[in-house]
């Protein structure tokens, strides 16, 4: 398991002062993290077949510690495409919780390739996994859902509920695919609805793009795009991306996604 990043409250600034950039606010508390930073390279096709990996950081301050990086786990998002201008999204999340119990979340979503990723149907397994015992603590629940309309048909067992909502209809993990298809002359989706780990209805979410920023990683400056996503019930979003479009970071509320190819999910 990583260990936590213990930073100075300065420690970013000065960072991004010896790269000759400016730290921007979302990464405040990512110093220790994009100091060891390596920058993917090579060609991206954001509309082929690819798989992402992202460390999973809980990010806080305290007067005592300053910025903090704690364990969160990790995602892994696979994407593949279908005919018919839909593809295949497969995540594989754990989340950490500084105990050996993780939250493990594994989906298979079938999405349009629109500008939002919205969804068409999906299929969800949830199971509290015991990484000491190397088993489940608790059974696992098997969700299913699909989109028609702005219909949201929810099943779990004999268990039903349908929900309606404003199209487009995505969720938090197909947001993270469908704006690495947004080039840099684009601008940013219009207002949707999201479905936050396929299971909590946030209403009104809109992105904003904003200019390009210089940010110190790995020694040296980096010029990223960003957007910012806000709506209701989240709290505000910073996407960071590369000149070849693939998504860096996301950073919002305590929760913090960094790219990390080589990351595995905690199940020991």
Same mark, same amino acid.
């Given at each position: 398991?990583?260990?936590?990043?213990?930073?100075?409250? @300065?420690?970013?600034?000065?960072?991004?002062?010896? $790269? =000759?950039? &400016?730290?921007?606010?979302?990464?405040?508390?990512?110093?220790? &993290?994009?100091?060891?930073?390596?920058?993917?390279?090579?060609?991206?096709?954001?509309?082929?077949?690819?798989?992402?990996?992202?460390?999973?950081?809980?990010?806080?301050?305290?007067?005592?510690?300053?910025?903090?990086?704690?364990?969160?786990? $990790?995602?892994?998002?696979?994407?593949?495409?279908? @005919?018919? =201008?839909?593809?295949?999204?497969? &995540?594989?999340?754990?989340?950490?919780?500084? +105990?050996?119990?993780?939250?493990?979340?594994?989906?298979?979503?079938?999405?349009?390739?629109?500008?939002?990723?919205? !969804?068409?149907?999906? /299929?969800?397994?949830?199971?509290?996994?015991?990484?000491? /015992?190397?088993?489940?603590?608790?059974?696992?629940?098997?969700?299913?859902?699909?989109?028609?309309?702005?219909?949201?048909? !929810?099943?779990?067992?004999?268990?039903?509920?349908?929900?309606?909502?404003?199209?487009?209809? +995505?969720?938090?993990?197909?947001?993270?695919?469908?704006?690495?298809?947004?080039?840099?002359?684009?601008? $940013?989706?219009?207002?949707?609805?999201?479905?936050?780990?396929?299971?909590?209805?946030?209403?009104? /979410?809109?992105?904003? #793009?904003?200019?390009?920023?210089?940010?110190?990683?790995?020694?040296?400056?980096?010029?990223?795009?960003?957007?910012?996503?806000?709506? @209701? *019930?989240?709290?505000?979003?910073?996407?960071?991306?590369?000149?070849?479009?693939?998504?860096?970071? $996301? &950073? *919002? *509320? !305590?929760? #913090?996604?960094?790219?990390?190819?080589?990351?595995?999910? @905690? +199940?020991?």
């Amino acid at each position: 398991m990583a260990k936590p990043f213990r930073e100075d409250k @300065d420690m970013l600034a000065l960072q991004a002062r010896e $790269a =000759g950039s &400016v730290p921007h606010r979302s990464l405040l508390g990512l110093g220790g &993290v994009l100091k060891g930073f390596s920058m993917p390279d090579g060609p991206f096709d954001p509309r082929g077949e690819w798989e992402h990996r992202y460390r999973v950081f809980i990010v806080r301050t305290t007067p005592e510690d300053g910025w903090q990086c704690l364990p969160g786990g $990790a995602l892994i998002l696979r994407r593949k495409p279908l @005919d018919g =201008g839909r593809f295949e999204l497969t &995540v594989r999340f754990g989340a950490e919780h500084g +105990t050996t119990i993780v939250d493990r979340l594994d989906a298979q979503m079938v999405c349009k390739t629109d500008e939002t990723a919205s !969804l068409v149907s999906w /299929q969800l397994r949830a199971v509290l996994f015991d990484t000491k /015992q190397g088993k489940a603590a608790i059974e696992a629940v098997v969700e299913t859902g699909s989109i028609a309309g702005g219909e949201i048909r !929810l099943a779990a067992g004999a268990k039903k509920k349908t929900l309606r909502a404003p199209e487009p209809i +995505t969720s938090n993990w197909s947001l993270f695919e469908a704006l690495q298809r947004l080039g840099p002359e684009r601008t $940013a989706p219009p207002e949707f609805s999201m479905l936050e780990e396929l299971r909590l209805l946030r209403l009104n /979410q809109r992105l904003v #793009a904003k200019p390009p920023v210089e940010v110190g990683v790995g020694g040296r400056a980096v010029l990223l795009r960003r957007l910012e996503h806000f709506g @209701d *019930g989240i709290l505000p979003y910073t996407y960071w991306f590369d000149g070849a479009g693939r998504l860096l970071f $996301a &950073v *919002g *509320g !305590l929760r #913090a996604y960094v790219w990390e190819p080589k990351v595995e999910l @905690d +199940t020991k």
